[in-house]
């Protein structure tokens, strides 16, 4: 008879159903989390690659160099430590100028307690340069 009261007792039932809604709640906002850096830290590298190759539009003596120190002064919210690859290179093609800048960067995961890899965002922009 007590075992029958126990089974329609369901004074617990909100905090079990809360157990086992809880690990997926937090799985589900840090990945909101995670999506939504990606999507600052692809924004961020997209400004910096349009300024570094907006400096080879107007600066016809721009290098390498000054190239990635200009995207590196752009990338006000990323660290320049995170940077895996940086190129810059001029070229013509069918007698018009072109440069292209190329970045790759190393972003952190932020799950916790959960082996994710760290993610590679690359951005890169051609354009056309005066002769």
């Known amino acids: ?44 590298l997209k400004h910096a690659v ?16 000054a190239i990635r120190a200009k995207v590196e002064s752009e990338m006000v919210t990323l660290d320049p430590d995170n940077i895996t690859g940086f190129s810059f290179v001029r070229g013509t093609s069918n007698g018009a100028s072109f440069g292209t800048v190329a970045i790759s960067y190393k ?12 993610i590679t965002i690359s951005q890169s922009k051609t354009a056309f340069l005066p002769s």
């Open 1 to 44: 008879m007590k075992f029958m009261r126990l089974i329609k007792n369901q004074s617990a039932s909100t905090t079990v159903d809360f157990a086992f809604a809880l690990p997926v709640l937090l799985i589900v906002m840090l990945g909101t989390f995670q999506l939504g850096l990606y999507l600052n830290y692809t924004g961020a």
């Open 50 to 65: 349009g300024e570094g190759i907006r400096l080879a539009k107007v600066d016809a003596d721009a290098d390498s160099d």
């Open 107 to 118: 972003m952190e995961a932020v799950m916790p307690l959960v082996p994710v890899p760290d």
